[in-house]
């Protein structure tokens, strides 16, 4: 099994943490460097050019990074990513559907690229960026507000905390104010102190600058 990925992608980022959750490891293959993912060999192997995705012993290739987790967790159920109650888990669900539909997208290098070509400045380009991930970020301790930690939705990581980590790490890489969201960063402390989560950091990765 290949996971193509790369150190900075948070979606890659994801799905490294949750294979470390499940004790599995696929062989990793670095994509993103230098562009390589809009070049024929990998829009061969994900048509959106984008990372991660994964290759199954047969060839088949798995794309999007919460598909990629949900396709992990139903083949290797231990530990859970999801809650067994069928109302939390659509609201993990939902937590992780703003960082990863309307929160996320908004910093790829493709749609920064994009804006700098319309014109956009530098500063623009950032505060509208600033601008997106504090929405998302403030939908999502809300989100969480009733809950009692130590993780979004319970005592064990799911999907809300695989997604959340990486959206903090983005956050703090953009500059952005955390203060408005002691949950969401009481949480990513929590997680940071976790093997499975060092592990899948962008530092600890071997195509880290
Ligand atoms: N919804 C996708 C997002 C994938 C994605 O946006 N990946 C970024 C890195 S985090 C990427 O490959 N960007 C390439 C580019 O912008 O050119 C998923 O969850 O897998």
Not at 31 to 53: D, S, V
Not at 89 to 118: M, S
């Amino acid at each position: 099994m290949i996971l193509h990925g790369y150190f900075r992608s948070s979606a890659a980022w994801r799905t490294r943490i949750a294979f470390n959750l499940k004790g599995v490891a696929p062989q990793s293959v670095h994509n993103l460097r230098g562009g390589a993912q809009n070049e024929p060999a990998y829009a061969a192997i994900n048509p959106q050019k984008l990372i991660p995705a994964l290759e199954l012993d047969d060839g088949t290739v798995l794309t999007q990074s919460l598909a990629i987790i949900g396709w992990l967790d139903r083949e290797v159920p231990r530990p859970p990513l999801f809650p067994a109650d069928n109302v939390l888990r659509a609201r993990v669900e939902a937590f992780a559907l703003v960082i990863a539909c309307e929160t996320h997208p908004f910093q790829n290098p493709k749609i920064q690229k994009r804006l700098q070509g319309k014109g956009f400045s530098e500063a623009d380009i950032k505060e509208w960026l600033a601008t997106a991930m504090s929405e998302g970020l403030s939908a999502c301790e809300r989100l969480i507000q009733d809950q009692p930690g130590p993780f979004c939705f319970g005592a064990a990581p799911t999907l809300a905390d695989i997604c959340l980590v990486p959206q903090i790490g983005s956050a703090r890489r953009y500059g952005i104010e955390l203060t408005p969201y002691p949950k969401l960063v009481a949480i990513d402390a929590h997680c940071a102190a976790l093997p499975a989560f060092i592990a899948a950091r962008p530092d600890q990765q071997p195509d880290a600058d």
